[in-house]
């Protein structure tokens, strides 16, 4: 029996490629950079903003680039980012029966929670653990595993649900059961290539799973 469902945030539950796009082209533009496009900005998200900031210019100048982006990027988040559809009807069905909800964001925890503030999302969720430092960002197993030690969970009893490769891969590391949502980072071919527990083409399709 399925007791607790984690959630990645960018791609799964959150729509903040705008965001990010609009945040990563201020600071290329602040840097004497070319811009990026929307579609090249979201292919590269999803091993947290150092590592993004740093596809983009040269060692010399990721730092204070970085500095640039999360200046920028709170502001940004409020303005761009939008629910995914159903997001909130399906949380909000999974609270009613009795489901435990979490999310494990590679997102460092100040812009997690400025994401889950503004979309008032907070009431959903019973913990939130996000990636603050190298070693804890997904792949990894870390964000699960501490989500399912504080909620005292087992890893049968949980699914992981997210966008991208590193989601699944992170499921499988953790032993917890990993649900591939298209529409995000990852192709259909990409995320199946990981053999995840189940493929779904939107949040609704979580609800028949569980």
């Known amino acids: 029996?399925?007791?607790?469902?984690?959630?990645?945030?960018?791609?799964?539950?959150?729509?903040?490629?705008?965001?990010?796009?609009k945040s990563l082209n201020f600071t290329l533009r602040s840097l004497g950079y070319k811009k990026i496009s929307y579609d090249r900005c979201k292919r590269a998200v999803g091993r947290g903003d150092k590592h993004f900031i740093s596809q983009f210019v040269k060692a010399a100048d990721a730092s204070k680039g970085l500095t640039l982006y999360r200046k920028h990027h709170r502001e940004a988040?409020?303005?761009?980012?939008?629910?995914?559809?159903?997001?909130?009807?399906?949380?909000?069905?999974?609270?009613?029966?009795?489901?435990k909800l979490a999310v494990a964001s590679n997102r460092p925890t100040k812009f997690s929670n400025v994401l889950v503030r503004h979309l008032d999302l907070e009431k959903y969720f019973d913990l939130i653990v996000c990636a603050d430092?190298?070693?804890?960002?997904k792949p990894e197993p870390y964000l699960l595993k501490k989500a399912l030690k504080k909620l005292k969970i087992k890893p049968q009893e949980a699914l992981y649900v997210g966008d991208m490769v590193y989601d699944i891969k992170a499921g499988?590391?953790?032993?917890?059961?990993?649900?591939?949502?298209?529409?995000?980072?990852?192709?259909?071919?990409?995320?199946?290539?990981q053999k995840p527990y189940k493929v779904i083409n939107n949040l609704r399709q979580l609800l028949k799973i569980m």
């Open 1 to 21: 029996m399925i007791k607790l469902v984690i959630f990645d945030l960018d791609g799964t539950l959150i729509n903040a490629y705008r965001a990010i796009e």
């Open 172 to 193: 499988k590391n953790a032993k917890v059961k990993a649900i591939a949502i298209l529409g995000g980072s990852c192709s259909r071919k990409e995320l199946a290539q």
């Open 77 to 99: 988040l409020q303005r761009y980012s939008t629910l995914k559809p159903q997001a909130r009807k399906v949380l909000s069905a999974l609270q009613r029966q009795g489901i």
């Open 133 to 137: 430092k190298k070693h804890e960002l």
